[in-house]
């Protein structure tokens, strides 16, 4: 989603960690085809308001990864779920 060393929800450039949007057993390709991004701790794992603990802000990014995923492979939401096991739009 996108390699710029800043956190993608606050933009700040301190305490920045690699979060892969799809993990678990995706980790890989998310690795792979780009569905990561840098996430500040507080956004991250330290806090209730990090993806790890806020459902909300994290479907947010898989919607986001989602889109940029088809868009940038001229896929479908088909293709998304057969690659990824199921559709967050």
């Not at 993990?23 to 690795?31: F, L, Q, T, V, Y």
């Not at 057969?82 to 739009?89: A, K, P, Q, T, V």
């Amino acid at each position: 989603m996108s390699d710029n060393k800043v956190c993608y929800i606050c933009g700040t450039i301190y305490g920045l960690h690699k979060h892969h949007i799809f993990g678990g057993s995706n980790r890989k390709k998310s690795d792979k085809d780009g569905c990561w991004c840098y996430l500040c701790g507080h956004h991250h794992n330290l806090s209730n308001e990090g993806v790890h603990f806020n459902r909300s802000a994290d479907l947010k990014l898989k919607r986001i990864c989602e889109n940029a995923w088809i868009t940038s492979y001229n896929k479908t939401e088909e293709d998304f779920i057969r690659e990824y096991g199921r559709n967050y739009l």
